[in-house]
């Protein structure tokens, strides 16, 4: 970024900011203060994150400061999956890169796994708070019947319906 960019935020949204700098930074983010600014102007956009063929912007860090002013922070993205904290808050779009690149790198329907793999996987989905989809809202998971219940006759003295 070679000019630093004047964001327009709420009042709130530069309290929030303030309160969450290393958030913000964390995001890679880098966010430079003017206290002598007119309200709403308070801050200036030096720096941005990219990731390969992405570059993240303005759009980007109001997203996250936008999240963070959600209930402090607290938001639905945050508890989404078991092990995420307030210092984990990203915006929408990287936490979507991130989706998109962990399920291109995942396990597929029909891929061969032995026993031990499937043991894990298994082990891992248990850990989860929600497994039932991947971050995109793919299943994960599918309901098994066994064969043998359903071709099973019916017995002559079975009253039940």
Request: with cysteine; net charge negative; glycine share 4%.
């Amino acid at each position: 970024m070679c000019r630093p960019l004047r964001l327009e935020l709420s009042p709130e949204e530069e309290v929030v900011a303030s309160m969450h700098m290393d958030i913000i930074r964390k995001n890679g983010f880098i966010l430079e203060e003017d206290p002598h600014a007119p309200p709403g102007h308070h801050f200036n956009l030096r720096a941005v994150p990219f990731s390969k063929n992405i570059t993240f912007g303005v759009e980007d860090v109001k997203d996250l400061i936008s999240t963070l002013s959600d209930s402090q922070g607290e938001c639905s993205i945050i508890g989404s999956y078991k092990m995420d904290t307030s210092d984990s808050v990203c915006p929408t779009r990287v936490r979507a890169m991130l989706a998109s690149r962990a399920c291109r790198s995942s396990v597929m329907v029909g891929d061969p796994l032995g026993r031990n793999e499937m043991q894990k996987i298994v082990e891992h989905l248990a850990d989860l708070k929600s497994p039932w989809n991947c971050p995109h809202g793919r299943p994960t998971m599918r309901h098994l019947v066994d064969l043998t219940t359903l071709s099973k006759e019916p017995d002559e003295n079975d009253t039940s319906c």
